[in-house]
T-cell receptor, first 113, second 109 residues
């Protein structure tokens, strides 16, 4: 079974904390993505990476950074968490140029209090 | 801004009926994909159609693509209660996978 695993299903953090969301895939995919999902807004792309140490901004990168030191792992970092970053975060991976299906993790529901 | 926009936002049908949803997008694409999401879970891939294809079938799913109108449609035939979910179109251009806001489908038993 192919797998994309996110480190936490639920997370509660305090305002101002530095938050790390981890995503690991076991399919040797080149591309990895981080999205946030909010009611009525669908999935919005935060950052993506098409190779190790490469990263590209998505549509809403402000307040986030990412790290991809190894091919299988893509980390999303909230430098200083704020309440408006309370959301569902979804990680996905796909083959080069996403010419086939992408696979998603189960999601991390982050609450910032 | 998001690449794809689905229409309608919500759809309620009876078991056995067909469900049709549409997706419009803005820029050129390599392929277009449809995904399903059950409540509070990750997304599951349903079907992919390449930019040089016009129609594709997979079981009870039928997808069309009109690149001149930058639009796609997903038809689910003979729906079941288990088809109740949110459906998203996703466009692929270069390395980027971009989603719309989704269509929520409710199938009544």
């Amino acid at each position: 079974d192919v797998k994309v695993t996110q480190s936490s299903r639920y997370l509660v953090k305090r305002t101002g904390e530095k938050v790390f969301l981890e995503c690991v895939q076991d399919m040797d995919h080149e591309n990895m993505f981080w999205y946030r999902q909010d009611p009525g807004l669908g999935l919005r792309l935060i950052y993506f990476s098409y190779d190790v140490k490469m990263k590209e901004k998505g549509d809403i990168p402000e307040g986030y950074s990412v790290s991809r030191e190894k091919k299988e792992r893509f980390s999303l970092i909230l430098e200083s968490a704020s309440t408006n970053q309370t959301s569902m975060y979804l990680c996905a991976s796909g083959t080069g140029s996403v010419r086939t299906e992408a696979f998603f993790g189960q999601g991390t529901r982050l609450t910032v209090v | 801004s998001q690449q794809g926009e689905e229409d309608p936002q919500a759809l309620s049908i009876q078991e056995g009926e067909n469900a049709t949803m549409n997706c419009s997008y803005k820029t050129s694409i390599n392929n277009l994909q449809w995904y399903r999401q059950n409540s509070g879970r990750g997304l599951v891939h349903l079907i992919l159609i390449r930019s040089n294809e016009r129609e594709k079938h997979s079981g009870r799913l039928r997808v069309t693509l009109d690149t001149s109108k930058k639009s796609s449609s997903l038809l689910i035939t003979a729906s079941w209660a288990a088809d109740t979910a949110s459906y998203f179109c996703a466009t692929v251009g270069d390395y980027k996978l971009s989603f719309g806001a989704g269509t929520t489908v409710t199938v009544r038993a």
